[in-house]
């Protein structure tokens, strides 16, 4: 089993979830975030004054799925989170021990 954490920018989430779910991923977590990468924030105007925004707005999405759906849900993600602009994000891929799930008991990919 693989836990992964994907970076991506807000306005992508809608055709990423979309095209996890047509490939039977049905369960994700989405938390809004913000930070930053290389570009270490962007410069902005407003009203005539020009400011720096340190932190940028992005989504933080967590998969659990079994290791044989990995390589395609990566495929997925980095389709559907492209741009080909700066701060497109990042995919961390990790090893997931134990899965539990509360309500019934079951462990392992049963409980995914």
């Known amino acids: 089993m693989k836990y992964i954490i994907a970076i991506i920018k807000p306005h992508r989430l809608d055709p990423t979830r ?5 490939i039977g991923i049905n369960g994700l977590t989405v938390s809004e975030v ?3 990468g290389r570009q ?3 410069k902005e ?5 020009e400011y720096e925004v340190h932190f940028l707005p992005k989504i933080k999405l967590e ?3 079994d290791s044989g759906v990995t390589e395609q ?8 989170a492209h741009t080909g602009q700066i701060g497109d994000g990042k ?5 997931l021990g134990e899965v539990v799930r509360i309500r019934t008991g079951e462990t392992g990919t049963a409980a995914l």
């Open 18 to 22: 979309d095209a996890l779910a047509e």
């Open 63 to 65: 998969i659990a799925v």
């Open 40 to 42: 270490r924030g962007q």
């Open 91 to 95: 995919i961390f891929v990790l090893d």
């Open 34 to 36: 913000q930070g930053y």
């Open 73 to 80: 849900v990566i495929e997925i993600l980095q389709r559907t």
């Open 45 to 49: 105007i407003y009203r005539g004054a």
